[in-house]
Nanobody, 116 residues
Framework: QVQLVESGGGLVQTGGSLRLSCAASGRTISRYRMGWFRQAPGKEREFVAALSWSGGSASYGDSVKGRFTISRDNAKNLVYLQMSSLKPEDTAVYYC?????????WGQGTQVTVSS
């Protein structure tokens, strides 16, 4: 069983940047597609970004394209989300997950708050 722990969230001003990390333990994630999702209060969970096991293929939600970058370090069992040009509408709890058929092994999330 893989455990995922997100970190790196916080309070940032509009236009600022943050880098989120997702640390995996229990098993290597090197052969799995990994993703980031977010959920704002009163809204459904939203896809943010995903990255293939090799790091060669990334996909992004329309609202973050060109501003966010997903990356991974398989040797360290880590996945990152570099967020730039942050907007108040990016405020949410951010989660990482592993795709093994469906998305699973959700972490507890890390709060990102962007002030206007």
């Amino acid at each position: 069983q893989v455990q995922l722990v997100e970190s790196g969230g916080g309070l940032v001003q509009t236009g600022g940047s943050l880098r989120l990390s997702c640390a995996a333990s229990g098993r290597t994630i090197s052969r799995y597609r990994m993703g980031w999702f977010r959920q704002a209060p009163g809204k459904e969970r939203e896809f943010v970004a995903a990255l293939s096991w090799s790091g060669g293929s990334a996909s992004y939600g329309d609202s973050v394209k060109g501003r966010f970058t997903i990356s991974r370090d398989n040797a360290k069992n880590l996945v990152y989300l570099q967020m730039s040009s942050l907007k108040p509408e990016d405020t949410a709890v951010y989660y990482c997950a592993m795709q093994d058929g469906s998305w699973k092994n959700w972490g507890q999330g890390t709060q990102v708050t962007v002030s206007s």
